[in-house]
């Protein structure tokens, strides 16, 4: 047993997450060395063949995003892990996989950018990336993890939304969230709920792998089941055939965009502390959150009160809780990681009234709960 | 024209995705009424077959037959094909390429796959140019074609596919032309039943850039220069050497059975669970 169900475990992030996708019934891991995400890739080449399932390392990232594409259209449930300059080179394959609609778990384990950047040190620099880094329009979904625990929860919930979707999930640990152990009490495995494959179930002759369907997500057949079909990167009609005609090329792009904006509901998750009756808010994600955490306590015994806000689901991005809960607040205060990505939507969903404030961080160090406390005071 | 045979019609995705689009006299058709020959003659099911293709020409080949069929991103067929394998072992892979998209921006997926020795099947239609963007150079362009990005003649070496493979640990290497089609037939019959990494290289004419750009002739010459300039390894050996010269062979240059990828992972993943098993 690979899990260990039910027990409390001292565990880094990364393992985490690899023990997260064996219990989401992984079945397929392709990757490429990088640091900081290099544990989970080691992890799974123990217990992959333990389970006997396949694992392989590429020859770099591009390869191997697109080793799970394929393997995911064979029917094996696949995740890749990776950090920045990795997750720079699967944009092409991540792409494909949106417009293809192959589910699949990438797990990029942030580190300090541009290029080479810090290697072993954290950043969030990632977030923009993670929604624009592939050309064209396309839908993303990506989590952002802030505790060990987290991390395994938080993969698992990434293959359950990337079968239920259809579409590549982003998980986003920042490089200290990957590499912190912590205390973990592991779920009874029968409490954990795995999403299983979106199977057709139509006669052979009947199937269109993008089936239109009220939820504009489509069963899905794989390789080898009978159901021959073909897939393609270039936009196709309902059948996976190439096509330029304008009402199956419009039908195929709202199809991506609405199966995500129209359930919203099930992808949003936010955490919320003292927000509602809060004049001054911080809003943080990843690491940054469990300094926001602290400093509302360190303030708490200033007698100063604020809020803190935090999106679990980055993207899509939670534009109507935040206007409903934030656009009322006289300051709120974005630490990130990074000298400003998600501060953007927050400006965007909200009012001149709010004042918007950044803390960014890039040196590859976190941001303390004492920087955010000075921040704080310096607008109260 | 002469009409496909009837058998070759239930490969073909026939009443729904003709006509294609490959140029007249352009040869990738030629290779895939011969990719369907050969599996006719093999008796393999549809359902198990995977075609994988790139981008480019002979990447368009998947849409036009029945099996499962899938066109990805540029030079990474045999990485999707990779995963595609290992993901459903049962699954017969092959994958079409043309030579830009295998040895360019894919050179470095098809080294690693034949030194893995992975179980797929590469084809390559090798027609020395890249013709669906317009006839660019590619690294089998010889030397001082013209091209549309050598318009001053081509400066740098060529691969030798075969060679190239034979040294990266490929299972089988053979290379043949659209023009001597039985042969073909039977090369891509063989390639097919080797376990781990074959490689088929099909010399193919391009008239429509290739062969406009180096005044080389219509279809029918280009067919006739694939007669007149490639010769068996039979043939050679019988030959002066001075005639040899210069010509292409044909032929089957690799024919080894080293343990493929999937032998040797299947084999690691039962010692593996054999030693866990014996610790309990």
């Given at each position: 047993m690979i899990v260990p169900w039910g027990e409390t475990k001292l565990i880094q992030g990364n393992e985490a997450v690899a023990l997260g996708a064996v219990a989401a019934n992984i079945e397929f891991f392709a990757g490429y060395p990088i640091t900081p995400s290099t544990e989970i890739a080691e992890l799974l080449a123990r217990y992959m063949p333990l389970l006997g399932k396949?694992?392989?390392?590429?020859?770099?990232?591009?390869?191997?995003?697109s080793a799970l594409i394929g393997a995911r259209l064979a029917g094996a449930k696949s995740m890749t892990?990776?950090?920045?300059?990795?997750f720079s080179l699967m944009q092409e394959g991540?792409?494909?996989?949106?417009?293809?609609?192959?589910?699949?778990?990438?797990?990029?384990?942030?580190?300090?950018?541009?290029?080479?950047?810090?290697?072993?040190?954290?950043?969030?620099?990632?977030?923009?990336?993670?929604?624009?880094?592939?050309?064209?329009?396309?839908?993303?979904?990506?989590?952002?993890?802030?505790?060990?625990?987290?991390?395994?929860?938080?993969?698992i919930r990434a293959f359950n939304l990337s079968e239920e979707f259809r579409?590549?999930?982003?998980?986003?640990?920042?490089?200290?969230?990957?590499?912190?152990?912590?205390?973990?009490?592991?779920?009874?495995?029968?409490?954990?709920q795995i999403v299983?494959?979106?199977?057709?179930?139509?006669?052979?002759?009947?199937?269109?792998?993008?089936?239109?369907?009220?939820?504009?997500?489509?069963?899905?057949?794989?390789?080898?089941?009978?159901?021959?079909?073909?897939?393609?990167?270039?936009?196709?009609?309902?059948?996976?055939?190439?096509?330029?005609?304008?009402?199956?090329?419009?039908?195929?792009?709202?199809?991506?965009?609405?199966?995500?904006?129209r359930h919203l509901d099930k992808l949003e998750d936010v955490r919320m502390h003292d927000v509602e009756d809060s004049r001054v808010v911080v809003f943080a994600y990843g690491s940054v959150y469990r300094s926001a955490l602290a400093a509302q306590?360190?303030?708490?015994?200033?007698?100063?009160?604020?809020g803190v806000f935090r999106p679990v689901t980055?993207?899509?991005?939670?534009?109507?809780?935040?206007?409903?809960?934030?656009?009322?607040?006289?300051?709120?205060?974005?630490?990130?990681?990074?000298?400003?990505?998600?501060?953007?939507?927050?400006?965007?969903?909200?009012?001149?009234?709010?004042?918007?404030?950044?803390?960014?961080?890039?040196?590859?160090?976190?941001?303390?709960?004492?920087?955010?406390?000075?921040?704080?005071?310096?607008v109260m | 024209m002469p009409k496909p045979l009837p058998y070759e019609y239930k490969y073909l995705r026939s009443s729904k995705r003709f006509p294609h689009v490959w140029c007249p006299g352009c040869g990738i058709g030629i290779v895939m009424g011969s990719i369907i020959r050969a599996i006719d003659a093999l008796r393999w099911k549809k359902d198990d077959i995977v075609m994988v293709s790139g981008i480019g020409c002979t990447s368009r080949m998947p849409v036009y037959v029945d099996f499962n069929t899938l066109h990805t991103t540029h030079g990474r067929a045999l990485a999707f094909g990779t995963g595609v394998k290992m993901g459903n072992p049962d699954l017969k892979v092959m994958a079409v390429m043309g030579d830009g998209d295998s040895l360019a921006i894919g050179g470095n997926h098809i080294i690693h796959a034949a030194r893995r020795n992975m179980d797929i099947t590469a084809i390559i239609v090798n027609n020395n140019n890249y013709g669906m963007t317009g006839g660019q150079f590619s690294p089998t362009t010889p030397i001082d074609a013209k091209t549309a990005t050598t318009p001053y003649g081509m400066i740098e070496p060529s691969f030798d596919i075969c060679e190239l493979m034979k040294g990266a640990g490929a299972n089988?290497?053979?290379?043949?032309?659209?023009?001597?089609?039985?042969e073909l037939d039977s090369l891509l019959k063989q390639a097919f039943d080797r376990k781990g990494f074959s490689v088929v290289e099909v010399l193919a004419p391009c008239p429509t850039n290739f062969g406009r750009a180096n005044r080389l002739g219509g279809p029918v010459e280009m067919m006739k220069l694939l007669k007149d300039n490639t010769i068996t390894q039979g043939q050679a050996a019988k030959m002066d050497p001075d005639k040899v010269e210069g010509k292409t062979l044909r032929g089957i240059f690799v024919d080894r059975n080293i343990g493929s990828y999937m032998e040797r992972y299947n084999a690691l993943c039962a010692s593996v669970e054999e030693a866990a098993g014996g610790m309990q």
């Open positions: 396949p694992w392989i390392q590429m020859e770099d990232e591009i390869a191997s995003i892990a990776t950090s920045g300059p990795g991540l792409g494909y996989a949106c417009m293809a609609e192959v589910p699949l778990v990438l797990v990029n384990v942030m580190r300090s950018g541009p290029s080479t950047g810090l290697p072993t040190q954290t950043a969030q620099g990632d977030i923009m990336q993670a929604r624009w880094g592939t050309h064209g329009d396309h839908p993303v979904i990506a989590l952002a993890p802030c505790s060990v625990e987290e991390c395994f929860k938080l993969t579409t590549p999930v982003i998980l986003l640990p920042d490089e200290i969230i990957g590499h912190m152990r912590e205390r973990v009490t592991f779920p009874a495995e029968d409490s954990v299983p494959k979106p199977v057709p179930d139509v006669p052979v002759e009947w199937y269109e792998h993008y089936h239109p369907t009220p939820t504009n997500i489509s069963p899905m057949a794989s390789f080898g089941s009978g159901y021959r079909f073909h897939v393609t990167g270039l936009t196709h009609d309902t059948h996976g055939f190439p096509t330029r005609r304008k009402p199956e090329v419009d039908a195929k792009m709202e199809r991506l965009k609405h199966k995500i904006t306590e360190l303030l708490k015994k200033k007698r100063k009160k604020i980055i993207w899509p991005f939670p534009d109507r809780t935040v206007k409903e809960c934030l656009d009322d607040k006289d300051v709120v205060l974005v630490p990130e990681l990074n000298q400003g990505q998600l501060i953007h939507e927050v400006e965007r969903m909200t009012s001149d009234e709010v004042r918007v404030i950044p803390l960014h961080r890039v040196d590859g160090y976190e941001i303390t709960p004492e920087e955010i406390v000075a921040s704080v005071m310096e | 089988f290497v053979a290379r043949g032309t659209v023009y001597h089609i039985i």
